[in-house]
């Protein structure tokens, strides 16, 4: 665990978060009490087995899917009585998010693709601009700006992504398999600007990850072994 984190409350905290699913009559229990939480500035790998509730506990903790029992705090505020409106807003300011596969707009360019989603929270052009073309230049895409995601590396796409993430400057990030699509050496080089900029930023990380070595450079890992988040 990084240093600092004693008085500062934890940007994620899941308590005693339980959910089931339906298999016909009966039901399958895939989070049982879960206890979960991550602090400002720390990166957390999430190893779990195929089938043992990985994307259940990364939608719960990203305020997409709600426990059936259980605590979502999201920066020291109890998400679970909330309305959905409410979720959303802390979903959209707090929480960043990159998935395996980039899923930037085709058809905007690194800068707009960076741009957009501040745009969308109400900043001018020119402070989405500023800000989007500072973030692609710290992720080492200077040259890039005006490439469109077709016109750019798989790495270079997911340094964007990451860019995107981050633009609204969430507190928390939720990352999953984000270097599953690329060759090793390229892998080497997202994750390395994905744990410089978390800590640059003081955010709080979840990655998930089947990559060991990667996985072995952030400061925790942890898994899901009989419904319950476990240190690894
Ligand atoms: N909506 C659903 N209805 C019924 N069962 C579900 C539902 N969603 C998930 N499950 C079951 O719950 C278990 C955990 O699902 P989850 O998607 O969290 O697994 P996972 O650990 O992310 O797996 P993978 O890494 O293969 O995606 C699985 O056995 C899955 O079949």
């Known amino acids: 665990m990084s240093e600092t984190t004693e008085q500062e409350p934890p940007v994620l905290w899941l308590k005693a978060v339980e959910r089931s699913y339906k298999q016909g009559e009966a039901a399958l229990d895939i989070l049982k009490g879960a206890e979960f939480a991550v602090w400002p500035g720390e990166s957390v790998a999430l190893i779990a087995p195929s089938g043992t509730g990985k994307s259940t506990l990364l939608h719960i903790a990203g305020l997409l899917e709600a426990p059936d029992a259980g605590e979502v705090y999201v920066s020291g505020v109890a998400t679970s009585g909330m309305a959905d409106s409410d979720r959303t807003r802390i979903r959209r300011t707090e929480i960043g998010f990159v998935y395996q596969f980039h899923h930037l707009l085709p058809e905007f360019t690194a800068l707009e693709n960076v741009m957009l989603p501040q745009m969308i929270r109400g900043l001018t052009k020119k402070e989405a601009k500023t800000r989007a073309g500072e973030l692609l230049g710290y992720l080492g895409l200077a040259e890039r700006l005006n490439h469109r995601p077709a016109e750019l ?13 981050v633009a609204n400057a969430p507190r928390l990030l939720m990352a999953d398999e984000p270097t599953g699509n690329l060759d090793p050496k390229t892998a080497d080089h997202v994750f390395s600007a994905l744990t410089q900029l978390v800590r640059a930023s003081r955010l709080a990380a979840v990655v998930a990850t089947h990559n060991m070595e990667l996985a072995a450079r952030m400061d925790r890992r942890v898994t899901i072994r009989d419904g319950l988040v476990v240190e690894l």
Not at 153 to 165: D, F, L, N, P, Y
């Open 153 to 165: 590396s798989g790495g270079e796409q997911q340094r964007v992504a990451i860019a995107r993430a």
